[in-house]
């Protein structure tokens, strides 16, 4: 019973990932860029933007801690933390990430959500197909690409890869989910089926980016 109602409350997260990634109206970067820095500082979400020692592999990354600086990954240059408004309009769903990154228009986003779900690090794989299941089960026309645990830098990590239809284009995510402080952190990746051919060997270098303590 623990386990279903585990996946019961990660599916409620998860499914933000396919909300619609059509840009949101911006305002004039200078407005843009101060209502941005406000958003920071205002938001229940800890310390979000430290930059880590590690240097990034790619020029249109940087590395970054993130989440109290507990967890260290790589952040394409340019993203800033979306703001209160724009993050309820994309992710309208109470239970929306804590910290979400995203490119000026808010078409491509990364998103984390500490969540309060119970885990253990050898419990992933058990997690993985009770989640996968359920996933299949609200989105039957979703293309799958991957789903497995593998290690990241000393860490289990669950990792789903899918396309899933959205209100007028289909979105490509990376999600992966993994433990700290005994819960579940879950991260998603996602862009537009359009920016997929761009955008997804840079998911990959996120991915593997992931540092957890």
């Known amino acids: 019973m623990k386990k279903l109602v585990s996946v019961a409350l990660l599916l409620s997260m998860l499914a933000v990932s396919a909300c619609s990634n059509k840009p949101a109206d911006t305002k004039p970067a200078e407005q843009n860029a101060a209502q941005t820095t406000e958003a920071a500082k205002t938001t229940d979400a800890p310390k979000t933007d430290s930059a880590?020692?590690?240097?990034?592999?790619?020029?249109?990354?940087?590395?970054?801690?993130?989440?109290?600086?507990?967890?260290?990954?790589?952040?394409?240059?340019?993203?800033?933390?979306?703001?209160?408004?724009?993050?309820?309009?994309?992710?309208?769903?109470?239970?929306?990430?804590?910290?979400?990154?995203?490119?000026?228009k808010g078409s491509i986003n990364i998103a984390f959500s500490h969540t309060e779900t119970p885990i253990q690090d050898s419990l992933l794989k058990d997690m993985k197909d009770p989640m996968k299941q359920a996933f299949s089960n609200m989105y039957q026309d979703a293309t799958w690409y991957r789903d497995e645990v593998i290690q990241i830098n000393g860490k289990n990590v669950g990792v789903f890869e899918l396309l899933t239809p959205a209100a007028d284009t289909k979105i490509y995510n990376l999600i992966f989910f993994t433990e700290l402080d005994g819960k579940m952190l879950m991260t998603t990746f996602n862009c537009t089926e359009a920016q997929m051919e761009e955008w997804k060997p840079l998911a990959q270098e996120i991915l593997m980016s992931y540092k957890v303590q």
């Open 52 to 104: 880590t020692p590690a240097p990034a592999t790619n020029d249109k990354l940087e590395a970054k801690k993130v989440l109290n600086d507990k967890v260290e990954i790589l952040i394409p240059k340019g993203f800033t933390v979306m703001s209160d408004e724009m993050a309820k309009e994309k992710y309208p769903m109470e239970n929306r990430p804590s910290l979400i990154y995203t490119d000026e």
